[in-house]
């Protein structure tokens, strides 16, 4: 089966910091990867997706950065970070060329910036 | 562009059925979906219903679907205090399998 793992759960960085939350899915190949960002516990914002290794597509303009260094990694990325970029993040996935399909979730990372 | 809304905030006693709306505008979905958000959790996929459907029903939950006025609820039977959580109404947006277009959710709260 299917399973996805997200890391770290929680971090508090200091402005100004880097960043770097990954993401891995076991048990497909050639998934679509998403990044998505979760401000205030309302609302998902699509930050990135991927259709394949090295392949990122950026929603809206941002302080952060994704890369697929791997067909089942997914990166997200700051060098500096900024007080706006606190929130829950979400990796997700779901089969490649396939419309319409369920997307599943990572469990989440919480980014305090402070 | 697409979009799907959702009332915000929805209050029950327990025991008491639930239901949430959620209204779209992309007349090409084959698919709707409910997500469910358990508070400082993932998203899970809760049900969802295929486009050529009125209804489905899946133990204490029952989705409906009206095509017609772009309508989809969510109705919890019985409902409990582990059904507590942000619940999103999510289209797949058949023009773009992956741009996913998400409702605010519905954050139920399911007082004693």
């Known amino acids: 089966s299917q399973t996805i793992h997200q890391w770290p759960a929680t971090l508090v960085q200091p402005v100004g910091s880097p960043l770097s939350l990954e993401c891995t899915v076991e048990?497909?190949?050639?998934?679509?990867l998403y990044w998505y960002r979760q401000a205030a516990g309302r609302g998902l914002q699509l930050l990135f997706y991927?259709?394949?290794?090295?392949?990122i597509s950026s929603e809206v303009p941002q302080n952060l950065s994704a890369s697929r260094p791997q067909d089942r990694q997914f990166i997200l990325s700051s060098k500096k970070l900024l007080l706006s970029d606190s929130g829950f993040y979400l990796c997700?996935?779901?089969?490649?060329?396939?419309?319409?399909?369920?997307?599943?979730f990572g469990e989440g990372s919480w980014l305090t910036v402070v | 562009g697409e979009d799907v809304e959702q009332s915000l905030f929805l209050s029950v006693r327990e025991g008491d059925s639930s239901v949430i709306n959620c209204t779209y505008t992309?007349?090409?979905?084959?698919?709707l979906y409910w997500y469910k958000q358990e508070p400082g959790a993932g998203l899970q996929l809760l049900t969802y219903?295929?486009?050529n459907m009125d209804m489905k029903q899946d133990q204490r939950l029952t989705v409906l679907l009206n095509k017609k006025d772009k309508h989809l609820s969510l109705r919890i039977a019985d409902t409990q205090t582990g059904d507590s959580a942000i619940y999103f109404c999510?289209?797949?947006?058949?023009?773009?399998?992956?741009?996913?277009?998400w409702g605010l959710g519905t954050s139920l709260a399911v007082n004693p």
């Open positions: 997700a996935w779901n089969p490649g060329q396939t419309q319409g399909r369920t997307i599943y």
């Open positions: 048990g497909t190949s050639n998934p679509n």
């Open positions: 991927s259709v394949g290794i090295g392949q």
């Open positions: 992309d007349s090409s979905s084959t698919y």
């Open positions: 219903i295929f486009s």
């Open positions: 999510a289209d797949p947006n058949a023009g773009n399998n992956r741009k996913l277009i």
